[in-house]
């Protein structure tokens, strides 16, 4: 009876524990990195179930199971009681989550099935920053109805490999354990990376202890994000050194490591700058006289490029000046792609090109204008401003404007100043340029060779050799004229003019009955005079003219005692020769003004004389000047 009782008691116990344990309880599913599977479950409840299965024990049945094959499929079998571990080499658990289910046969019991979800991790780039990690729950459903999975206060543990640095299984982060959770995620950020493969894994430890752990993830991580297009404010040519320039807005984006300045379609590079916070560059290879087309790109550290910014022209100024205007006129190119418009543009001048000043303004629709100079100043220098709605501004080079006097004659003389016999009219000849057609020359003359007044404008006539005569206000005898011969420029607004040339006056002086002096002033026509020839002609013939010889300087005396017959009067002048050749190849003549002088009659009466001598043989009266 008591045996009885006994065996009672040890099969009701029995029940009692077979009630708690009827169920595989698996603990951890753990990857291993050629993607098999490592089980572990509990094996002391399927121990001290009941002593006598340990010699009724079948085996642990492990089963498997796929979303692409739902269906339980047994992948082994495992025979001794005690043990709790089982490596599945058949399902890979790289390729996605496996649903594995575990139960034990034995005699006379069989125990219910426990199950867990292997972790299946991905691993998928979201930009250049942020890796999006998302695995699924282990799910143990044996455990949900058993209470404790050990898995309580568990955290997932996500580490991380990377190539590119040797970095190896390092923890990034944790997250609580939450089995009811059927969906995990996790937000890896990082450095930008060019290029590198990173490797992720999850683990989470329960309480027994035993891990489970993921299959490892691998990603090859691409920086392909490009960076910000940069914001030109203007291209624009210094004003001073005549260099082109760009300007912009340097990038807000964190990662820009520089930027690429380019030129022309298609857009050539022209320059690449390092730095984040560059904002400018000086073109000197750019000619400020022609048209470039600007534009920049900003790039990365994985050199991607941003896409390329509206091209900005800087402005060529020219101008253009009719000969003789006093009005010039400003072209230029138009400025585009000027950021909130343009909003004029302003002219500025100078002489000095140093000290500008805005001269006028024109609408934006503008692309030239017309300014008034003044003509007496020599030089002017003009650039123009593109002025911006949004506060930027493009210069345009410098252009200079030359006043040059306008063309005028090579050369211009008065070969020859002569008065004519009655004094009161001069020969004047000139040899000038006359390649230059020119309105008309003027002639002008003066009589103290201060003052001079305009007597006459002669026309062009094509000939470089020509002729005047003065007709005379004053006796040539009593005044010395001056000349001057002016030939203006071809607009009539400078003039050239010749050298001054006097005439030449003379003065008679009598001396004693037979000796008369002669002065005049020097011949200035020319740079050096050969020689003075003093003529003489008499009263009674005077077209009788006689050479009474040479002077180097500018007086003579003439004794006219051998003029026994001549004439009432005596006429003097004087001829001026040019030493050598003048201008034209000719030498010169100049003739002064014209002195007449009145001889009284002379009577001699010989109180002797010499019959059949020598000497003075006849008797008659001498007699001169009647």
């Known amino acids: 009876m008591k045996n009885k009782i006994c065996g009672l008691l040890f099969g009701l116990m029995s029940l009692a524990v077979w009630g708690q344990s009827d169920t595989i309880l698996i603990r951890c599913a753990f990857v291993n990195d050629d993607g098999s599977t ?66 034990a046969t034995s005699s006379p019991y069989n125990f219910k099935y426990g199950s867990i979800n292997t972790m299946f991790l991905t691993a998928n780039q979201m930009n250049s920053t942020t890796i999006a990690l998302q695995w699924n729950s282990l799910d143990l459903m ?40 059927p969906v995990l995620k996790f937000y890896d950020y990082i450095s930008p990376i060019c290029e590198d493969t990173l490797t992720y894994y999850v683990e989470i430890a329960n309480d027994y202890p035993c891990i489970s752990r993921s299959n490892k993830a691998k990603t090859i991580v691409y920086d392909d994000e490009v960076p910000d297009k940069p914001n030109v404010r203007c291209v624009s040519t210094d004003i001073t050194t ?16 520089g930027y690429v300045i380019c030129s022309g379609e298609p857009c050539t590079t022209l320059a690449t700058i390092e730095g984040k916070n560059s904002s400018s ?100 220098f003009f650039y123009v401003v593109a002025v911006g709605n949004g506060g930027y501004n493009s210069t345009s080079n410098v252009v ?34 006359s390649t230059l057609a020119v309105e008309h020359y003027k002639l002008t003359r003066s009589s103290d060779g201060v003052s001079f007044d305009n007597i006459a404008t002669l026309p062009y006539s094509g ?24 030939a203006p420029d071809v607009c009539l607004t400078d003039y050239k003019s010749s050298k001054p040339v006097s005439s030449m006056q003379l003065k008679a002086s009598e001396v004693s009955s037979a000796i008369t002096d ?48 001549g004439g009432y009067n005596i006429t003097y002048n004087i001829i001026a020769t040019q030493n050598g050749y003048g201008e034209d190849g000719k030498q010169a003549t100049a003739s002064s003004s014209y002195a007449s002088i009145t001889k009284n009659t002379l009577c001699w009466i010989p109180n002797a004389f010499t019959p059949k001598g020598n000497g003075n043989n006849i008797f008659k009266p001498q007699i001169s000047f009647i």
């Open 242 to 257: 005549q260099q082109v320039g760009i300007t912009w807005t340097p990038s807000a984006a964190s990662d820009v490591r």
């Open 281 to 380: 560059y000086t073109c000197s290879g750019c000619d400020p006289l022609n048209i470039h087309s600007l534009a920049i790109m900003s790039y990365d550290s994985c050199m991607n490029t941003s896409p390329r910014s509206d091209k900005h022209n800087n402005i060529v100024l020219s101008i253009q000046r009719p000969q003789c205007s006093n009005q010039v006129t400003l072209s230029w190119n138009q400025y585009i792609n000027m950021e909130g418009g343009l909003a004029e543009y302003a002219v500025y001048s100078s002489n000095d090109n140093i000290n500008f000043a805005q001269m006028t303004s024109v609408s934006s629709e503008m692309t030239s204008c017309q300014i008034g100079i003044n003509t007496s100043l020599s030089d002017y």
């Open 142 to 181: 044996s455990y949900i109805y058993h209470g404790n999975t050990g898995y309580e206060n568990s955290k997932y543990k996500i580490y991380r490999s990377r190539t590119s640095n040797g970095e190896a299984d390092v923890l990034i982060g944790t997250i609580d354990s939450s089995y009811q959770s």
């Open 518 to 565: 002669l002065q005049w002033n020097t011949y200035n026509g020319w740079n050096a005079v050969l020689d003075y020839s003093i003529y003489r002609s008499n009263g009674s013939n005077s077209a009788t003219t006689e050479l009474l010889g040479l002077s180097a300087g500018s007086v003579f005396s003439d004794n006219a005692a051998d003029m026994v017959v």
């Open 400 to 433: 200079h404007l030359s006043i040059e006097a306008a063309d005028v004659l090579d050369y211009l003389y008065i070969r020859s100043v002569s008065v004519l016999p009655s004094n009161n009219q001069i020969e004047l000849s000139f040899f000038l340029d």
């Open 463 to 486: 000939k470089g050799t020509f002729g005047y005569t003065d007709n005379l206000p004053q006796s040539a005898a009593s005044v010395i004229y001056t000349y001057i011969l002016h």
């Open 38 to 103: 490592t089980l572990t479950w509990e094996t002391d409840n399927i121990e001290n179930a009941d002593p006598t299965l340990h010699a009724t024990f079948g085996q642990y049945n492990i089963f498997y199971s796929t979303s692409a094959q739902p269906s339980p499929t047994l992948v082994g079998t495992e025979p001794s009681i005690t043990t709790g571990t089982f490596t599945d080499i058949t399902a890979n658990a790289n390729n996605g989550s496996i649903r594995y289910s575990i139960n």
